[in-house]
């Protein structure tokens, strides 16, 4: 946003009569005030604008904002204000407005008024490990940790779900452990591009849950060293991994999702794979359910984030799970035909 934008100073509360617009803004001084944002003022606010250039993911962005309204944790600080022009027209913000009607809530916002159009979305909020670890402090939250978190629930099998910073740092406290074991058993390796991602590890992070852990290393190791038994599932699945490794859609990351747990099904039923697909049909829906839940792993924005009271249900407790230092490789891996 323009530099000049000063910063806010009060809060202000509002009538239903356009009242939000301050006197201050109306000699053309760029100004920044919090307001006291209701869903009428938003409507009215709304009704300036001609339009929302960014709807293409605008319903999922408006579900993730409205669940953070709605549990208390919006903090107006934490994003670019409000953006009108010298027209009184706005040009940011169409998401948090949509979102605040759609919570019902009151929330403060900060409103820049008579801003220069060219500055949106820069900025608008702090990296989501940024946001954790200024709360629970520095490491708790690493971006690789979060985009694993991230992959352990899928919508519609397709593609990943649109979490906030603070749905992310709930799938962090119940599920720390199998994340952190995910990275145990698949490494960084900078030798092993396409095959030390997220979708691999959520995977793995899953299975570990109710699998062999030491075999669970031993299927990584084999991942990530290669061999010559193209049918073996680990070498099936790397050769996949390694094909598709430019592909970077979020659609794409719930096909590495499937690949993988395919072959780990395989791997522990000791089965060779003679090719690797998404459809899986011998072992249809999730094949390593967390506890608690169902086996289809199928989240709308809605069923595993409903418009709600915190805790998520799902999100509750943590697994407890034997120290990943215990857990060494094994000579006991299953036999491949």
């Given at each position: 946003?323009?530099?000049?934008?000063?910063?806010?100073?009060?809060?202000?509360?509002?009538?239903?009569?356009?009242?939000?617009?301050?006197?201050?803004?109306?000699?053309?001084?760029?100004i920044?005030v919090?307001i006291?944002t209701?869903?009428?003022?938003?409507?009215?606010?709304?009704?300036?604008?001609?339009?929302?250039?960014?709807?293409?993911?605008?319903?999922?962005?408006?579900?993730?904002?409205?669940?953070?309204?709605?549990?208390?944790?919006?903090?107006a600080?934490?994003?670019?204000g409000?953006?009108?022009?010298?027209d009184?027209?706005?040009?940011d913000?169409?998401?948090?407005?949509?979102?605040?009607?759609?919570?019902?809530?009151?929330?403060?916002?900060?409103?820049n008024?008579?801003a220069?159009?060219?500055?949106?979305?820069?900025?608008?909020?702090?990296?989501?490990?940024?946001?954790?670890?200024?709360?629970?402090?520095?490491?708790f939250?690493?971006h690789?940790?979060?985009?694993?978190?991230?992959?352990?629930?899928?919508?519609?099998?397709?593609?990943?779900?649109?979490?906030?910073a603070?749905?992310?740092?709930?799938?962090?406290?119940?599920?720390?452990?199998?994340?952190?074991?995910?990275?145990?058993?698949?490494?960084?390796?900078?030798?092993?591009?396409?095959?030390?991602?997220?979708?691999?590890?959520?995977?793995?992070?899953?299975?570990?849950?109710?699998?062999?852990?030491s075999?669970?290393l031993?299927?990584?190791?084999?991942?990530?060293?290669?061999?010559?038994?193209t049918?073996?599932?680990?070498?099936?699945?790397?050769?996949?991994?390694?094909?598709?490794?430019?592909?970077?859609?979020?659609?794409?990351?719930?096909i590495?999702?499937?690949?993988?747990?395919?072959?780990?099904?395989?791997?522990?039923?000791?089965?060779?794979?003679?090719?690797?697909?998404?459809?899986?049909?011998?072992?249809?829906?999730?094949?390593?359910?967390?506890?608690?839940?169902?086996?289809?792993?199928?989240?709308?924005?809605?069923?595993?984030?409903?418009?709600?009271?915190?805790?998520?249900?799902?999100?509750?407790?943590?697994?407890?799970?034997?120290?990943?230092?215990?857990?060494?490789?094994?000579?006991?891996?299953?036999?491949?035909?």
């Amino acid at each position: 946003m323009n530099p000049s934008i000063t910063q806010p100073t009060e809060v202000r509360t509002v009538g239903s009569d356009y009242s939000w617009y301050p006197r201050e803004a109306a000699n053309g001084k760029a100004i920044t005030v919090t307001i006291n944002t209701s869903p009428e003022i938003a409507k009215q606010m709304l009704a300036t604008s001609t339009g929302n250039p960014r709807g293409r993911e605008g319903d999922e962005n408006i579900a993730r904002f409205s669940r953070v309204m709605l549990n208390g944790r919006w903090i107006a600080e934490h994003f670019q204000g409000l953006g009108f022009d010298r027209d009184k027209v706005m040009f940011d913000g169409h998401t948090r407005l949509k979102a605040l009607i759609r919570a019902g809530v009151t929330i403060k916002m900060r409103v820049n008024f008579n801003a220069e159009r060219g500055g949106e979305d820069q900025g608008t909020a702090r990296k989501d490990a940024a946001l954790i670890n200024n709360r629970r402090g520095a490491g708790f939250a690493r971006h690789g940790s979060i985009a694993v978190a991230s992959r352990l629930f899928f919508k519609d099998r397709s593609s990943i779900l649109k979490l906030t910073a603070d749905e992310k740092e709930d799938l962090l406290d119940a599920y720390r452990e199998i994340i952190d074991f995910s990275f145990l058993a698949i490494p960084n390796r900078t030798d092993c591009k396409g095959m030390t991602n997220a979708p691999v590890r959520a995977a793995i992070a899953r299975a570990s849950v109710t699998r062999d852990r030491s075999l669970l290393l031993d299927f990584g190791n084999i991942l990530l060293s290669g061999g010559v038994d193209t049918n073996h599932p680990a070498l099936r699945l790397r050769k996949r991994l390694i094909e598709a490794k430019s592909a970077g859609t979020s659609s794409f990351d719930a096909i590495r999702y499937r690949w993988t747990e395919i072959a780990l099904m395989a791997y522990f039923a000791g089965r060779p794979l003679t090719k690797l697909s998404s459809t899986g049909r011998e072992w249809p829906g999730e094949c390593f359910p967390l506890p608690g839940e169902s086996d289809d792993n199928e989240y709308a924005n809605s069923k595993p984030l409903p418009v709600i009271a915190a805790p998520l249900p799902q999100f509750a407790g943590r697994v407890t799970m034997p120290s990943r230092t215990s857990v060494q490789p094994t000579s006991r891996a299953p036999a491949f035909a």
